[in-house]
């Protein structure tokens, strides 16, 4: 039930090789096995691509499956060398769920760009940063494939941690003070985002509770439903934990051909983009007055309020807001 055509039709990356037997499969030796997990690992890396691209961390059901599989829990190889004659299949058992089970649909004409841009990672120019990105965005794509919610977020942190340092283990004041500056160069925001690692790691009430996410999945054994019961707020959660990593990811890009030490003058430059307001991503002090116009307030209270009866039954048009 399974043919060539299958392959033309489901075909995702061509891979050339050498063999250092004629005829490497007949019979099966410990090298045809070897060739079919080079082969797979290497598809692989493509593929944790394109789950980067194409998918989201909150919704697994848009992860494409396994590289090789195309049917009947089986992962194929398909093998062509113009002196063995008929061309030759590789077939070796793989353990497939049926969830995950996805195809992996792709508007080459509309994307075309992205996928060249973010492919320089497999050029011969990679280099340290290039070799990281590849290893983070295989994290990406076990976080995009778990079922879990609560591993979802956890995977999410630790790959957060890696790309802050990923030859050695960082406090995550440090983690902050490396990353912020690569997700925003907003000095509000900057502070924002630092207080909402905090929340998501270990922050405590002012009982000295610990209200961190993290710290208590991690400490005391917690989901993250435990701790969020609101299931489009963990989605809320695992979504600006993705936009933090593609925003620390796209920066790397940058320098995907550079050694790791360019980052620290990357992250200093990102810095240099602040306000003159001194850098600090522990201040918990305002840096913003608010003046109010008491009179104009009033004002506006009234005409809203006049507004509200004629505004409440009518349906908003999203064309309104264009």
Known sequence: ?????????????????????????????????????????????????????????????????????????????????????????????????????????????????????FSCIFSKDSYEVGNVIKIALGQYANIVSSESKTTKFILSMTLLEFLADPFKYLKMQDVKKNLIPLITTNKNEAEYISNHFKFLTSLEDENGCQKGLRTNIIHMGKSIEDLVPNLSDIDFILRTLQKYICKVLENYYSIYDKGWNEVSNLIQSKKQNYSDLPYNVDNEISDT???IDMKFLNIAIKEVHSLYNELKLTKNNALYFY
Not at 11 to 35: G, K, M, Q, V
Not at 103 to 108: C, E, K, N
């Open 1 to 117: 039930d399974f043919s060539v055509d299958d392959f033309f039709s489901n075909t995702f990356c061509i891979l050339l090789t050498n063999f250092s037997s004629e005829y490497p499969f007949n019979p099966l030796t410990p090298e045809a096995r070897d060739l079919f997990d080079k082969s797979i690992s290497a598809c692989e890396q493509y593929i944790n691509l394109f789950k980067f691209l194409f998918s989201n961390i909150d919704y697994s059901t848009t992860v494409p499956t396994k590289p090789g599989y195309i049917g009947n829990s089986i992962s194929r190889v398909f093998l062509y060398q113009k002196n063995w004659g008929p061309s030759m299949f590789i077939t070796f058992k793989t353990f497939i769920k049926e969830n995950d089970i996805n195809p992996l649909v792709i508007d080459t004409n509309k994307h075309s760009s992205e996928i060249t841009k």
């Open 289 to 291: 007055v608010i003046l």
